[in-house]
């Protein structure tokens, strides 16, 4: 069959006046082939209208697709059973001409980023052989959009919390931070909202705003906007994952960010140069980091349980001992377990990554050994108060016996009289309380409280006999 370019030189030489021998002996076909495109008078090329063995089925062929969940071999198998001679290629072919199964095939688009413009990020579950197990982990990835520099981490799962010490871990690797951020509909970011009504977590929106860029997401299904950092997921699989084995999390993220940059620095054949060359042109137009950034953390709130630990993910760091029973702050950062007693750090513990529970003890955290038990509160009130006044020493021992509990607050208001009123008129008011057998702190302050009148503002008058309190 001619083809059009073909055709329409026999139409043109024709309209020059020349014979049709003439013609077929300079485009060097038959006359017969040069009478039919004349008698057409069209250089379009006829189409062939030929009968499909699978036409006189079509109906038959599109209920058994569906009855048989797209299994073409049990269509061809019912077909056949019903006297069909449709072999199964023909079947196939006809299917694919007719669209019965079959997605029209649709052109891949392309996506052109100015440098600094964009980068994208995403996570993607593998396998990776730790400690000689195979442990399924969570593998973060971001990707420059103009240069295609890579950065990978592994995380066990992949929380909000994770998500910003790995973003804010690749920031530091790229030395700055593309304007957009672009990520699939994930949760660890998304607060409610899918594509261009994105609208993403506060505390994710604080994080972005604080390197410079936004977060984006595409449009749900539309993976190809995301493909710089879809692509490399494969990769990773089969290239650094594949044959190798790791201690622990830690020798993997090691390991990974090696690969980085061994991967960073090879040459790619359809950029013409390396991520790394690429990236010289587009490290200038990144936003710089910020001169300094608060650490990132994750807050726990605990009580120092009777054995002086506190438990963080099924692993118990030590306290200081004095703080058992008591209400800590607990800082978990990437590598860290930071214990604050109020606003005063108290403990860091290396953040344990094995398995199983296990428990973390600094030796500053625990009593010297041969230590005894610390002395009550009311026994260090007792000293005090001797060491004050010794000429109480027995009137201090009755009045525990006398007061509620431990005797503290009895202790500690004696101690406040002593400290508060001079010392002569305390004293003799003791020996007379002691003497009646007079424990009521009320009635012994106000016994001083009249020594002092009678001591320091004498009235002239003479002393009124009785009792302690001159009843």
């Known amino acids: 069959m001619l083809d059009q370019t073909t055709r329409a030189a026999i139409l043109r030489l024709h309209r020059e006046g020349h014979g049709t021998r003439s013609i077929a002996k300079a485009v060097k076909v038959s006359r017969n082939a040069v009478r039919e495109v004349l008698r057409s008078g069209t250089d379009e090329v006829p189409r062939l209208e030929r009968p499909e063995l699978g036409d006189v089925h079509r109906v038959e062929i599109a209920a058994l697709y569906t009855d048989c969940k797209g299994n073409l071999v049990r269509v061809h198998e019912k077909l056949r059973d019903t006297g069909a001679t449709l072999s199964y290629q023909a079947l196939t072919a006809f299917c694919r001409r007719h669209g019965i199964g079959h997605e029209p095939v649709k052109p891949a688009g392309q996506y052109h980023f100015h440098p600094g413009e964009e980068m994208q990020h995403d996570t993607s579950p593998h396998d990776a052989k730790i400690a000689g197990k195979l442990r399924r982990v969570q593998t973060a990835s971001l990707v420059l959009c103009y240069c295609r520099m890579l950065f990978i981490q592994c995380f066990a799962s992949f929380t909000r919390f994770a998500c910003k010490l790995f973003l804010a871990d690749a920031l530091r690797y790229f030395g700055g931070a593309a304007r957009r951020c672009m990520i699939d509909n994930t949760h660890v970011v998304v607060l409610h909202g899918t594509g261009r009504e994105m609208v993403p977590v506060p505390e994710m929106a604080a994080f972005a705003e604080r390197y410079g860029f936004v977060f984006a997401a595409h449009e749900r299904g539309d993976a ?37 940059d061994k991967v960073n ?26 001169i300094w950034a608060p650490d990132i953390y994750l807050l726990h709130h605990r ?34 377990i930071q214990v604050f007693d109020g606003p005063r750090l108290v403990g860091t513990h290396k953040k344990t990554q094995g398995l199983g ?16 038990r610390p002395p009550s509160v009311s026994v260090t009130e007792e000293r005090k108060l001797i060491e004050t006044a010794p000429e109480i020493a027995s009137y201090v021992a009755a009045l525990k016996q006398h007061a509620a509990g431990r005797g503290t607050v009895a202790l500690r208001r004696l101690q406040r009289l002593l400290r508060e009123y001079p010392r002569q008129p305390v004293l003799e008011a003791v020996r007379a309380a002691e003497t009646y057998g007079l424990f009521d702190l009320e009635r012994l302050e106000r016994m001083v409280l009249r020594g002092i009148a009678r001591d320091f503002f004498p009235t002239g008058g003479g002393e009124r006999g009785g009792g302690p309190d001159g009843e």
């Open 224 to 260: 190809n906007r995301s493909a710089r950092v879809e692509r490399p997921f494969d990769y990773i699989e089969n290239n650094f994952l594949a044959g190798r084995d790791f201690r622990d999390l830690d020798d993997l993220n090691a390991q990974a960010l090696a690969w980085c």
């Open 265 to 290: 620095a090879a040459h790619r054949r359809h950029l013409h140069a390396s991520p790394r060359e690429l990236f010289a042109v587009e490290q200038p137009r990144l936003v710089p980091l910020p």
């Open 303 to 336: 009580i120092v349980d009777v054995e002086g630990y506190v438990s963080i993910n099924a692993f118990h760091y030590s306290a200081p001992w004095q703080l058992i029973g008591r209400q800590v702050e607990v800082r978990e950062t990437k590598t860290e």
């Open 357 to 372: 529970q296990s428990r973390v003890t600094l030796p500053e955290h625990r009593p010297p050994r041969g230590q005894g």
